[in-house]
C-alpha cells in the first residue's frame, strides 16, 4: 500500500482494520493472560511503504507528542537504560500515583534501548545516573562473537555502502520461545540498505495495536531512518513496513473511532 500523503496512509490503514478485520479471541497479550477471552479484530501479514523523503511531514503521523519524540531520543540516546525515563508518562500507561511498580527498583523484560545498544547493557538499577563504564558492565557474547549495536550498524553502512547485511535485531535469541513467559519485543527488527545516495529500510514487526502503538511505531520507525541517514549524510528513501499481526480490541473501538475522526476532520479540511 503506498499513498501520496503518510496522513492518509495512515488512516486508510486504520479504517480497513476496523471495517473488515477478522475477529479472534486475543490469547495471551503482552504477557498478561487477563486478555485471554478478549475479542479483536485482526489483519495479518500487513505491507505498507511510506515515503519518507522531501515533504514528510512528520506532524501528520499523529503520534502522541511529546511522548513519541522524547522515547526516540531515549532509544538512540546510547545508555541501555531498564526501565528508563518515558515509560513514566506513556499516554496508554495505567499506574495508578503511588503505585508504580518500577519506582522500586524493578525492570522490564527489555527495553528498546537495552535492545539498540546490548553491547554494554546489564541488568542494573537506576534512575537518572548513568552506569559507570568499565568492569561493571557486561558485555554480552553470542556462541562466538561480542554483540553488534546501532552504532555498529551505522559504521557498517558508511563503510560497505553496498552491504545487504545491516540489520539492527530487536527481537532476540532469549526471547525465543518466550520460555521464561515474559513479555517478548513486538519488534523483530530494521534492515537498512542504500541506493542512489538514500537510505531505505524495512521494518518487521510481529504484532501491533491500531490504539496504543501503530502510530507511535511509525513516528519512531521513520526517526530512525532519519537518525541514521543524517549520520551517513544521506538522503531518505522509503520505509516499509511489515506487520504480521495488526490488531484493535474490539472494546478499545470507541477510542480509536473517536481520535480517527479527529484526523478524519483534518483531513477534509485540509
Known sequence: MKTRTVQIQLYNTIDFLVKYGNEVKSGTWQANKDFSNEIMLVQRNLQMVVPCGDGLDLNKIWADQPWAEDHFNERVGGIPTNPGETYKYWPYANFKEGDDPYQDGKVFSHTYQERFWPRISKIFQYQLEPPKFGSELVKPKGIRYKYGDLQDVINQLKE???????????FFPEDTG??????????LGYY???????LYMNYIIR????????????YLTIRLLQYVAEKLNIGLGDTTFYIFNFHVFKNDLYALNKREKKICQELTIG
Open 160 to 170: 560497505n555502502p553496498l552491504t545487504r547485511q545491516a540489520y539492527l535485531p530487536i
Open 178 to 187: 518466550a520460555v521464561h513467559k515474559q513479555r517478548v519485543p513486538c519488534t
Open 192 to 198: 537498512f540498505w542504500i541506493e542512489n545516495n538514500k
Open 207 to 218: 504484532s501491533c495495536d491500531a490504539l496504543r502503538h501503530f502510530r507511535n511505531d511509525v
